[in-house]
């Protein structure tokens, strides 16, 4: 939630929806504090990158549920590079199921031309974001759509793509949509900026 009634997401998570169901304060999948059905009409997709917002029904702040805010807009040349992170969703926890729980994994923002190594230029270009996490997990089928954010000052950064979710590997790039790339087209559409 980047405002009482936004949700950031990414735009396959959001293709020709006739409805999104959203749970707010869950750390159980499909379960939640709050939880609203919205027509597919409230779904604003990127036309040109793996990003969309979802507007939704009012809701109203509480310690289960709050706003994870957006880099301001004198940040927006910011790189995030060596900054540590935090991505949390319910994707496969192994190659076969998906996980009942909230499970979230630290990882490091990498440079550009070390995750290009691995994909390509094409796919990893200004509009991306990269991690690697060290030891255990990483982000998974699944997890198309879940917010990176900053350890520190907890800030969204990236949103999840689905080229990345397939990898599952520790170690292994993730690719998110860089969120300082469309600090305006979220504006113009929410509002929302800082």
């Known amino acids: 939630m980047i405002g009482n009634s936004w949700v950031l997401t990414a735009s396959d998570c959001s293709k020709n929806p006739f409805t999104v169901t959203i749970y707010y304060g869950s750390s159980k999948r499909a379960q939640g504090s709050i939880s609203h059905t919205v027509s597919g009409g409230n779904v604003i997709r990127n036309p040109s990158d793996d990003i969309a917002l979802i507007r939704t029904p009012y809701v109203e702040f509480s310690d289960r549920i709050s706003r994870v805010r957006l880099p301001s807009f004198s940040d927006r040349d910011n790189l ?74 907890t800030i969204v950064i990236g949103v999840s793509q689905s080229w990345t979710a397939s990898g599952c590997t520790a170690g292994y790039p993730a690719g998110f949509t860089r969120i300082t790339s469309h600090l305006d087209w979220i504006r113009i559409q929410s509002g929302i900026s800082y």
């Open 80 to 153: 995030y590079v060596y900054r540590w992170t935090t991505a949390c969703g319910w994707g496969q926890n192994t190659l076969t199921s998906t996980s009942e729980d909230l499970e979230c994994v630290d990882a490091l923002v990498i440079p550009n031309s070390q995750c290009a190594r691995i994909y390509d230029t094409h796919t990893v270009h200004g509009g991306v974001l990269c991690t690697r996490t060290r030891r255990r997990g990483s982000i998974c089928s699944g997890d198309s759509g879940i917010p990176l954010v900053t350890q520190r000052n």
